[in-house]
C-alpha cells in the first residue's frame, strides 16, 4: 500500500511526500510514460540520472504484447524492464475507446478487436485488474469509460454511474496489497463531477485520478474543471490529473492542488523534432538552425543543451539518425522534470505564484515555428 502526506501548501497548491513499497515520490510529480515496459529511446540507468520519480506502462498494450503472463513468469513488470521505483498502470480504458475497434460496451465489459491483428479481447474491471495485479505495478488504476468530449449531459450521468459500478468491482477484485486509485468522470459538468468523486470516496480508494479530460474539450474549460474539482477532493489522498502536460496545463493543475500528472507529450515530441525550452519551443527541423551554433536552451543543464549545438540537433533530425530521437527526448523529459521540480521548491517556499509567472513570462516570448 502508500502512504501520502503534505509537506506545505501555497494556495491551493500543495508538495507531498508519497511513500510506496517501490520507494518515495515527492509531489508534485511528473511521471513518463513507458506504454510497452520502456520510455521511448532511453534506459532506465538515463531515468534515474533524470530525476525520474515513478514511470507509467499500460495495460492494454503490456497484455497485448508480450503478454501479462509473460511478464509475470519473468517476475513481474518491474524485474522485467529493470525499474526499481515506482508503476503506475493505467487500466487500459484510454486506449480501449481511442485505438481498438469497440464491439460491444455493456454493463459487464468491452469486447474490442486488438488495433494490431485484430484479434478479440474481452476486458471487464475484473480482468483489468487482475492484468494489472500480473504486472504488479506499484499503483493500479481502476477500469473506466473515457467518454469523448463533448457529450450529451445524459451520456455524461450515464457513463459516470457506469465507471462507478465498474469501481465497485475493480475494489473487489483486488487481492494483492497494491495501491488502486479510482479514476473521478462527469465530463465539463461541475456538478457531475462532484457527483462521481463524492461515490468513489464512498467506495474508499488509496488515491483520486481526474479522468476524461483533454479529451477534444478547450483547454480553459479543462482548467475550470480541475479548479473546481482538485480542492474536494480528499486532503491526504494524492490527486491525479491523468494524460495532461503542456507545461501551462502542469502549472494550473499543480496551482489547483493537482499532485501527479503524466502525458506522452515530451517523448512523442522529441521523436517529431519539436523541443520544449525555457523561451518556447522550437521546431529543430527548421532551416534558420542549420548553422546555429547556439545550445537548443542557453537555461538548460541537460546533457543535449551543455555538449552539442541546435545545428548539430537538426542534423540529426533530418538525417534520421537515432541520437537526435534520443538527445531529444532526454531534453524534454529533463525540461519537464525541472518544471516540477522547481515547482515544488517555489510551493515550500511559499512562492509558487511567482515561479508561475515568471516561468511563464519567459516562455511565451517565443511560438514554436510550424
Known amino acids: 500500500m502508500i502512504d501520502f502526506r503534505v509537506e506545505g501548501s501555497c494556495g491551493e497548491a500543495r508538495a507531498g511526500i ?43 498494450h503490456l497484455h497485448l504484447r ?10 513481474g513488470l518491474h524485474r522485467f524492464m529493470n525499474w526499481k521505483g515506482p508503476i503506475l498502470t493505467d487500466s487500459g480504458g484510454f486506449q480501449v475507446f481511442s485505438l481498438a475497434n469497440l464491439l460491444k460496451l455493456d454493463e459487464e465489459g468491452v469486447v474490442i478487436r486488438s488495433h494490431i491483428d485484430g484479434r478479440r479481447i474481452v476486458l471487464t474491471p475484473e480482468s483489468s485488474i487482475a492484468i494489472q495485479q500480473k504486472l504488479g505495478s506499484t499503483i493500479m488504476m481502476c477500469f473506466d469509460e473515457c467518454l469523448k468530449l463533448p457529450a450529451s449531459r445524459e451520456k455524461i450521468q450515464s457513463s459516470l454511474e457506469l465507471t462507478t459500478r465498474w469501481a465497485k468491482r475493480c475494489k473487489k477484485s483486488r487481492t494483492s496489497d497494491q495501491a488502486l486509485f479510482g479514476i473521478i468522470q462527469g465530463g465539463s459538468e461541475e456538478d457531475l463531477r462532484e457527483l462521481s468523486l463524492l461515490q468513489l470516496q464512498e467506495i474508499g480508494f488509496d488515491g483520486y485520478a481526474i479522468g476524461g479530460l483533454s479529451v ?8 475550470r ?3 473546481h474539482l482538485a480542492p474536494k477532493m480528499p486532503v491526504d489522498s494524492p490527486r491525479y490529473l491523468m494524460g495532461v502536460g503542456e507545461p501551462l496545463d502542469l502549472l494550473e493543475g ?9 502525458c506522452v507529450l515530451p517523448t512523442r515530441n522529441a521523436r517529431n523534432g519539436s523541443l520544449f525550452t525555457s523561451r518556447g ?3 529543430i527541423k527548421q532551416a534558420q538552425y542549420r548553422d546555429d551554433p547556439e545550445p537548443l536552451d542557453p537555461d538548460c543543464t541537460c546533457n543535449a543543451c551543455r555538449c552539442y549545438s541546435r ?15 534520443r538527445l531529444n527526448t532526454y531534453h524534454n523529459l529533463h525540461f519537464f522534470l525541472k518544471l516540477v521540480e522547481g515547482a515544488r521548491n517555489a510551493i515550500l517556499n511559499n512562492r509558487f505564484g511567482a ?16
Open 281 to 283: 519551443r522550437v521546431s
Open 254 to 262: 499543480m496551482e489547483a492542488g493537482v499532485d501527479m500528472f503524466d
Open 18 to 60: 508519497l511513500e510506496t513499497p517501490h520507494g518515495r515520490i515527492c509531489t508534485p510529480v511528473f511521471m513518463p510514460v513507458g506504454t510497452l515496459g520502456t520510455v521511448k529511446a532511453m534506459s532506465p540507468e538515463e531515468l534515474i540520472g533524470l530525476g525520474t520519480q515513478i514511470l507509467l506502462g499500460n495495460t492494454y
Open 216 to 223: 477534444g474539450e478547450a483547454n480553459e474549460e479543462m482548467y
Open 225 to 227: 474543471v480541475t479548479r
Open 66 to 75: 508480450p503478454g501479462d503472463e509473460i511478464i509475470a513468469e519473468l517476475g
Open 311 to 325: 545545428a548539430y540537433l537538426r542534423h540529426l533530425y533530418v538525417c534520421g539518425e537515432i541520437l537526435g530521437m
Open 355 to 370: 515561479y508561475k509567472k515568471n516561468f511563464l513570462a519567459l516562455y511565451e516570448q517565443e511560438r514554436m515555428v510550424a
